[in-house]
């Protein structure tokens, strides 16, 4: 191979080595320009980071806070997305959940790609996980 071919195939590998880079790794753990909160009931947390995973029409959305994280599973294609299923752990020491017949939860989308995700779950508290009580919940989400 000439010398050509060789530098050709070295920038193609190096563009391709590029390319993959932030695909693989851990999720960020700063706040970034657009975090998101998550409350439920009285507690909030802003969260450190936010994956959205769009396939066909489903979008998982994945909110990580310090201590905990939240996951909803949005059905797209209509005029506002509707929610599948909501999953709280570990929110200030809360668990819940939302979807199909448990709480009730409807999502919507502003103009700048932030989902706000707001129902009610059926949460548990740390201090006492063998009690539930349904619980008002937001999740604000920038994708």
């Not at 050709?8 to 993959?20: F, K, R």
């Not at 509707?82 to 448990?102: C, L, Q, Y």
Request: charged share 20%; glycine share 12%.
């Amino acid at each position: 191979m000439g010398s050509r071919m060789i530098g050709w195939m070295a920038t193609l590998a190096a563009g391709a080595v590029t390319a993959g880079c932030g695909m693989t790794g851990t999720e960020p753990n700063e706040p970034s320009q657009k975090s998101g909160r998550i409350a439920v009931g009285d507690k909030s947390s802003s969260t450190q980071s936010v994956k959205c995973t769009q396939n066909e029409w489903l979008l998982t959305i994945n909110a990580k806070t310090e201590s905990g994280r939240a996951r909803a599973l949005l059905q797209l294609g209509g005029q506002t997305p509707t929610v599948n299923s909501v999953n709280f752990e570990n929110i200030d020491g809360r668990n819940g959940v939302s979807g199909g017949d448990v709480g009730k939860a409807e999502a919507t989308l502003d103009g700048s790609s932030v989902y706000r995700i707001t129902g009610t779950a059926v949460v548990t508290d740390r201090a006492d996980p063998a009690q539930t009580a349904d619980m008002p919940f937001t999740i604000e989400a920038p994708c």
